[in-house]
């Protein structure tokens, strides 16, 4: 991914950004969500636009104000047994934000990592994959956020 301009390098997320930040880190490292949480950078900078590598797909945010574009990722999910489920979704893509998490015993194997995450607002589309059927959708469902190397083609884009 290349991160692309416009760039806010003094954000400073809201406390929902905040806890849905600690519940993606929740799925990939255990422990308590409120703990990792806590601990997150109050700052982090905001992008508005990336770009896929290797001739991918360039995405706008709702951040960069010109366009939203809708993308297509991969959300992994605790199922509650410890175990990861890989689910194709479709949604707009809200923020792209840069994390550096710190040296605290909570972020164990990622501890001074920087994580480059993604705040989509997700299309309710029953979990159906494009490849294998028409997807639709008329409502959105609740924002998450996961890494951006996760999102994997833009597959519509909404002129504002």
Known sequence: MV???????SYVPDNDTHKQIGLYLFQILGGCH????????????????MRII???DSIRTKYALRGMSNAKYLSYSDAGELRTINAIGYGQL???????????KVYRF????????????PCNTDRTDASISLV?????????VTD????????GQVQT
Request: net charge neutral; hydrophobic share 40%; glycine share 10%.
């Open 148 to 155: 951006v190397q996760n999102i994997k083609a833009v597959v």
């Open 54 to 56: 290797g001739g991918g």
């Open 136 to 144: 639709g959708y008329k409502e959105f469902v609740s924002p998450i």
């Open 94 to 104: 809200d923020k792209i934000l840069i994390c550096e998490l710190g040296e605290h």
């Open 110 to 121: 990622l501890h001074n990592t920087t994580l480059i995450l993604a705040l989509i607002t």
């Open 34 to 49: 409120n703990d990792l949480a806590v601990h997150l950078p109050s700052v982090m900078p905001l992008w508005g636009k």
């Open 3 to 9: 991160l692309r301009t416009p760039c806010h390098s």
